[in-house]
């Protein structure tokens, strides 16, 4: 099985010093705190987070093919359960996984658009009373992003607040 260190290895190996590498890495945060929330691994859930944008450049003129071309290279390295969480983080695959640590992944990965989107002193200072309300508004015409973040943390009993702490608390992507 593939371990922390393989999947960092991985990440400067298809991602290089990119924007894309640093958002892996803060999906992987994110995973390993949403894993302690919920009581799953947290080294496997941060293995995800990092590898699931591997094949990002590759795939970048057919979106139909991200993440499967990442569970076709690490093979046998990930677990099926694994591998279905990352061949359905991408809706444009038309996999879909019902699974905690995929809907964790959809998560994880929606959250770091809308760090990027929003920068992290906005997320540091949103209204934690109404978050929805106030990213969908500061997001407008990408407010499904929300509707993303709602459905999956309301279906796991995970406070939106909590995430954006998460979130929010994250190492910035030159840190």
Request: proline content about 3%; glycine content about 6%; overall charge negative.
């Amino acid at each position: 099985m593939l371990n922390l260190a393989e999947a960092e290895h991985l990440v400067v190996q298809h991602l290089s010093a990119t924007p894309r590498a640093a958002h892996s890495r803060f999906v992987a945060h994110v995973m390993r705190q949403l894993a302690g929330t919920l009581g799953a691994d947290g080294d496997l859930w941060e293995i995800v987070g990092l590898c699931h944008d591997l094949d990002f450049f590759k795939t970048c003129d057919d979106r139909s093919q991200h993440g499967l071309l990442t569970i076709k290279w690490l093979g046998d390295r990930i677990s099926p359960e694994v591998q279905s969480a990352i061949a359905s983080h991408d809706h444009r695959t038309g996999i879909q996984a019902d699974t905690l640590l995929a809907d964790a992944l959809k998560i994880a990965d929606v959250t770091a658009v809308i760090d990027a989107k929003l920068g992290r002193e906005a997320l540091c200072t949103l209204d934690r009373s109404d978050p929805l309300t106030v990213l969908r508004t500061s997001l407008a015409d990408r407010s499904y992003l929300c509707d993303i973040l709602e459905r999956y943390t309301t279906k796991h009993g995970i406070s939106v607040e909590r995430v954006i702490d998460v979130a929010a608390a994250s190492p910035l992507p030159s840190q």
